[in-house]
Structure formats: structure tokens, C-alpha cells
């Protein structure tokens, strides 16, 4: 079997996790198959399309390294890949079911439809459109009467990768729309119609499509059809791991995590983490690797929770894996602008004391700003430091006053300035988190900064002298 799998979603807004989770999954498939990955977009309701998601779904992809083999502004043998360029074929395939008697004209009003299911109620059944088929349909006509799909109940088993073993009884089958009275396919038909012409082996889509899948079931025996091989990946919880991950816990336009400073390999890694492991401890992937250890076998059929902490700390860890060389493009959009006047190895000497506790590259302006202005005065950060706050203004006057005079008698290389500032820890008799706290605060007005004595050999002694007088004299 040729392996092919698909993306195709509907152009309804931003690409969020769950999508690009659909998306990855089914392009690992492709990719470790040596198979083709394509991209359909499924704009048949045009009610809820949104302008510019096409393009944004693309860009999304690309951005991603996610390439497909053919898509919208890809040609391929596929093609083409929008539904709504594809209407005669759904229209051909119609008229084949209307011939072999397994598809109608619905001349039902709305009205009539709501009265059905107020009957049914009453009567104490579930509604079911097949009950109350029309004893005589119309002829079907393009853009007049939607066509309805006449069901032939039965049960149904099916196995689905990710899901198992899965069964439905013929309660669950029912006539339902191929057509809409605009035209236009319904997800229902359009997707099969185009899953066969594609030849796509692998459908990987939501669970919100299992309680449908006897439908389908049934549709490919009336086209005669092979339906191919069906996973349903868990959803994508939100943070209390009790719902599905909305826009209300969070869930941000995959661009944004680009824009803010994640890097492609990490969120992949990530992604592809929610739901799968690959039976082992590990947990940090670089994307070769998780084209060789995927599979869609070890996806849990739970669903996942998403974590940002996790994110933030499985970025952090990719940022410390980079070479010097990939760190400082990756870093060269985010500095601030502070440091436009500053040559790039010095910039490269900051970036390489920030990158232990970079957790993404937005972070850069708070973490390094300091090394290239002088800051106002914060005196909420001695106040806010719980050890700090408890000595009073003499006291902390005096121990930088000993930092001064120590620092000035320096000549600001690494090594003098660590033998200074541990000397300092035995003539204060102050432990290095009361110490070593007051100096970086004097020195980098900044709640946390990379390590003391690489700080101040970068700040250079005459900037950190002049910092150091400027927080003694205002306490």
C-alpha cells in the first residue's frame, strides 16, 4: 500500500494546537513512509469561512516545516484541493447513488422536519429521518432541493488505530444530507468523495467523527467504496484537563508561540507529546527523530493535557541545545533596542549568559536589558526580597559599601571578581543570598540575572561602579 495521508481543514479561523496536532500527525505517517502528505481545504460552508484562513493555514504549515506534496498552491495529480473546486465531481457521484437508488431529493420543509421530531418525542423515540422517508420523491435538481443519502441500517464494527476495536448498532444509522439545497457538499459526502479520488490511505481526524462513522460505514458500501484505515486521536484538554482546550484556556494562533520565540523543533516535540510517547522516558525529540520513532499505535486513547509550563520548559531545553551560531540568528529579532549600537560579539557574550534560563526568545529584552542602559531605581526589589527587607537601610548601605570598595581595587576579569565577591562572603559574615542579591539588584536593578560575576565582567567595572554609588546614595 502507497501511504497517504491529509490534512484538511476547514478555513473557519487560526490554526490552534489541536489542528496542528491533526496536521503532524498525519504528515509523520507520510514522512516515515516515504508516502505523500496532502493539504485539501474543506470550504464548503461558506457560512462560517473566514477571510485570509486559507492563506493562514498555509502560511501555518510552511512555518512549521510541515512541506506537503500537494496542495492549494501546490498542483498534483490530487487536485484540486478546495472543495468548492470540486463540486462536479460531488455532483457526479450523486447522480450514481440517485441511479442506484440510494440517494433522494428531500422536499421536506423545516417546518415539516421540526414536526417529525416533536412526533417522535411524544412517542417517546429518538428521531430518526428514516422513518419518515417521502413516499414519492421529486427528481433532484443542482441548487433547488437538498439530497439525502438512504440508509440501509445495520450494525457496524470497525477498527480504528488509536481507538481499537469500535461498534455501533443500526440505531445508529440514518439518512443524511449529501447535498445541500445550495449546491454545496455536505462534510458527510465531500470528504469520502474525495478521500477515494485522493487515494488517501490514512485518515487521522478528531474523536467529534466517531459517533458518525457508521454513517460513513454505510456510504462506502453503497459507492463501494474501501474505506481506509481510520485513527482518532484523543483532544487536546485545556490546562484543568477536564475539557477541551479553547480560546478561554489559552489556546493561541500557532503563529503567536513564532512570533513570541518557540522554536519549530520544540513546539513539534511538544505537540507531537500530547497523546504519545514512544514507550520510553525520553522526552526530547529533534524532528528526524520523531519521524523515526512515531507511530500512531502509541497514541493513548485519553485525552492529553496541555501544559505550558511544559511547553516553556521543553523550549528551554531545544534553546540550550543550540549551536552558538544558531543561537544568535534565532536570537537576532528580539533584542531590544537598547542594544542596536552594541557589536555583535559582545551581544554574543550576553546571549550565552542568558541561554541557561531562556525558556523562548521573547524573553530576551527582560533578561538582558540591563547589559545595555542603565535602569531607573526600583526600590519595591529589596522590599519584595524577603531576606533583604529585613535589614535596614544601614545595614545594606554598609555591605555595598564593602562590595565598592572590594570591586574598585578589581580588575574586572572572571576570575578576580568570583575571588572578590566569595572574599566579601566571609568579611560581611553574609550568606551569598543576601549578599550576592543586594549587588545584583544594585548592579542590574533586575529581580534575576545570569550569574553575579559573569554579569558584572560583562557590565564592565566602570558601569557596575557607577551603579553600585547610585543605589548607596539613594538608600
Given at each position: 500500500?502507497?501511504?497517504?495521508?491529509?490534512?484538511?481543514?476547514?478555513?473557519?479561523?487560526?490554526?490552534?494546537?489541536?489542528?496542528?496536532?491533526?496536521?503532524?500527525?498525519?504528515?509523520?505517517?507520510?514522512?516515515?513512509?516515504?508516502?505523500?502528505?496532502?493539504?485539501?481545504?474543506?470550504?464548503?460552508?461558506?457560512?462560517?469561512?473566514?477571510?485570509?484562513?486559507?492563506?493562514?493555514?498555509?502560511?501555518?504549515?510552511?512555518?512549521?516545516?510541515?512541506?506537503?506534496?500537494?496542495?492549494?498552491?501546490?498542483?498534483?495529480?490530487?487536485?484540486?484541493?478546495?472543495?468548492?473546486?470540486?463540486?462536479?465531481?460531488y455532483h457526479e457521484w450523486a447522480k450514481k447513488l440517485i441511479s442506484s437508488g440510494r440517494a433522494y431529493a428531500d422536499p421536506y420543509s423545516k417546518e415539516e422536519l421540526d414536526a417529525f421530531r416533536k412526533?417522535?418525542?411524544?412517542?417517546?423515540?429518538?428521531?430518526?429521518?428514516?422513518?419518515?422517508?417521502?413516499?414519492?420523491?421529486?427528481?433532484?435538481?443542482?441548487?433547488?432541493?437538498?439530497?439525502?443519502?438512504?440508509?440501509?441500517?445495520?450494525?457496524?464494527?470497525?477498527?480504528?488505530?488509536?481507538?481499537?476495536?469500535?461498534?455501533?448498532?443500526?440505531?445508529?444509522?440514518?439518512?443524511?444530507?449529501?447535498?445541500?439545497?445550495?449546491?454545496?457538499?455536505?462534510?458527510?459526502?465531500?470528504?469520502?468523495?474525495?478521500?477515494?479520488?485522493?487515494?488517501?490511505?490514512?485518515?487521522?481526524?478528531?474523536?467529534?467523527?466517531?459517533?458518525?462513522?457508521?454513517?460513513?460505514?454505510?456510504?462506502?458500501?453503497?459507492?463501494?467504496?474501501?474505506?481506509?484505515?481510520?485513527?482518532?486521536?484523543?483532544?487536546?484538554?485545556?490546562?484543568?484537563?477536564?475539557?477541551?482546550?479553547?480560546?478561554?484556556?489559552?489556546a493561541k494562533d500557532i503563529l503567536e508561540y513564532i512570533n513570541e520565540g518557540y522554536l519549530v523543533p520544540a513546539l513539534l516535540n511538544f505537540i507531537a507529546s500530547l497523546g504519545w510517547n514512544d514507550g520510553?522516558?525520553?522526552?526530547?525529540?529533534?524532528?528526524?527523530?520523531?519521524?523515526?520513532?512515531?507511530?500512531?499505535?502509541?497514541?493513548?486513547?485519553?485525552?492529553?493535557?496541555?501544559?505550558?509550563?511544559?511547553?516553556?520548559?521543553?523550549?528551554?531545553?531545544?534553546?540550550?541545545?543550540?549551536?552558538?551560531?544558531?543561537?544568535?540568528?534565532?536570537?537576532?529579532?528580539?533584542?531590544?533596542?537598547?542594544?542596536?549600537?552594541?557589536?555583535?560579539?559582545?551581544?554574543?557574550?550576553?546571549?550565552?549568559?542568558?541561554?541557561?534560563?531562556?525558556?523562548?526568545?521573547?524573553?530576551?529584552?527582560?533578561?538582558?536589558?540591563?547589559?545595555?542602559?542603565?535602569?531607573?531605581?526600583?526600590?519595591?526589589?529589596?522590599?519584595?526580597?524577603?531576606?533583604?527587607?529585613?535589614?535596614?537601610?544601614?545595614?545594606?548601605?554598609?555591605?555595598?559599601?564593602?562590595?565598592?570598595?572590594?570591586?574598585?581595587?578589581?580588575?574586572?576579569?572572571?576570575?578576580?571578581?568570583?575571588?572578590?565577591?566569595?572574599?566579601?562572603?566571609?568579611?560581611?559574615?553574609?550568606?551569598?543570598?543576601?549578599?550576592?542579591?543586594?549587588?545584583?539588584?544594585?548592579?542590574?536593578?533586575?529581580?534575576?540575572?545570569?550569574?553575579?560575576?559573569?554579569?558584572?565582567?560583562?557590565?564592565?567595572?566602570?558601569?557596575?561602579?557607577?551603579?553600585?554609588?547610585?543605589?548607596?546614595d539613594a538608600l
Open positions: 500500500m502507497t501511504v497517504k495521508t491529509r490534512f484538511a481543514p476547514s478555513p473557519t479561523g487560526y490554526m490552534h494546537v489541536g489542528g496542528i496536532r491533526t496536521a503532524l500527525f498525519a504528515w509523520l505517517v507520510a514522512r516515515q513512509n516515504n508516502g505523500r502528505f496532502i493539504l485539501r481545504i474543506e470550504d464548503t460552508d461558506k457560512n462560517r469561512q473566514v477571510e485570509g484562513s486559507i492563506e493562514h493555514i498555509i502560511q501555518s504549515l510552511k512555518v512549521l516545516g510541515l512541506s506537503y506534496d500537494a496542495g492549494p498552491d501546490k498542483p498534483g495529480p490530487e487536485g484540486p484541493f478546495k472543495q468548492s473546486e470540486r463540486l462536479n465531481i412526533q417522535d418525542n411524544a412517542n417517546h423515540h429518538p428521531f430518526l429521518y428514516r422513518n419518515h422517508r417521502p413516499e414519492i420523491t421529486p427528481n433532484w435538481e443542482y441548487q433547488v432541493l437538498p439530497l439525502r443519502f438512504k440508509a440501509e441500517p445495520k450494525a457496524y464494527s470497525w477498527h480504528d488505530v488509536i481507538m481499537g476495536d469500535l461498534s455501533a448498532g443500526e440505531e445508529a444509522i440514518d439518512d443524511f444530507i449529501l447535498i445541500k439545497s445550495d449546491g454545496y457538499p455536505t462534510y458527510n459526502f465531500a470528504h469520502i468523495i474525495d478521500d477515494y479520488e485522493m487515494q488517501i490511505s490514512h485518515i487521522i481526524r478528531g474523536q467529534e467523527f466517531i459517533a458518525s462513522t457508521p454513517n460513513y460505514l454505510n456510504l462506502y458500501e453503497a459507492l463501494g467504496f474501501v474505506p481506509p484505515i481510520l485513527a482518532t486521536p484523543p483532544p487536546v484538554l485545556g490546562p484543568s484537563g477536564n475539557k477541551k482546550l479553547s480560546k478561554r484556556d489559552g520510553t522516558t525520553k522526552e526530547l525529540f529533534s524532528v528526524d527523530e520523531l519521524i523515526q520513532s512515531f507511530s500512531l499505535e502509541r497514541v493513548g486513547k485519553s485525552g492529553a493535557r496541555f501544559d505550558e509550563r511544559r511547553l516553556l520548559w521543553m523550549n528551554g531545553a531545544h534553546i540550550r541545545n543550540l549551536t552558538p551560531d544558531d543561537l544568535d540568528a534565532m536570537a537576532k529579532p528580539f533584542w531590544p533596542p537598547e542594544a542596536k549600537d552594541y557589536d555583535p560579539a559582545y551581544l554574543h557574550k550576553v546571549l550565552l549568559l542568558v541561554q541557561e534560563r531562556l525558556k523562548y526568545f521573547g524573553e530576551i529584552p527582560e533578561l538582558t536589558r540591563f547589559f545595555f542602559s542603565d535602569l531607573e531605581l526600583n526600590p519595591e526589589l529589596i522590599s519584595a526580597n524577603s531576606k533583604l527587607s529585613a535589614l535596614n537601610k544601614a545595614q545594606l548601605k554598609g555591605l555595598l559599601e564593602q562590595a565598592q570598595a572590594s570591586l574598585e581595587q578589581s580588575d574586572f576579569s572572571l576570575a578576580d571578581l568570583s575571588f572578590r565577591l566569595n572574599s566579601l562572603l566571609e568579611t560581611t559574615a553574609q550568606p551569598a543570598g543576601i549578599l550576592f542579591s543586594l549587588i545584583r539588584i544594585a548592579t542590574t536593578q533586575a529581580p534575576a540575572s545570569p550569574p553575579l560575576a559573569e554579569s558584572l565582567e560583562l557590565i564592565g567595572k566602570e558601569r557596575s561602579l557607577a551603579r553600585l554609588k547610585q543605589q548607596i
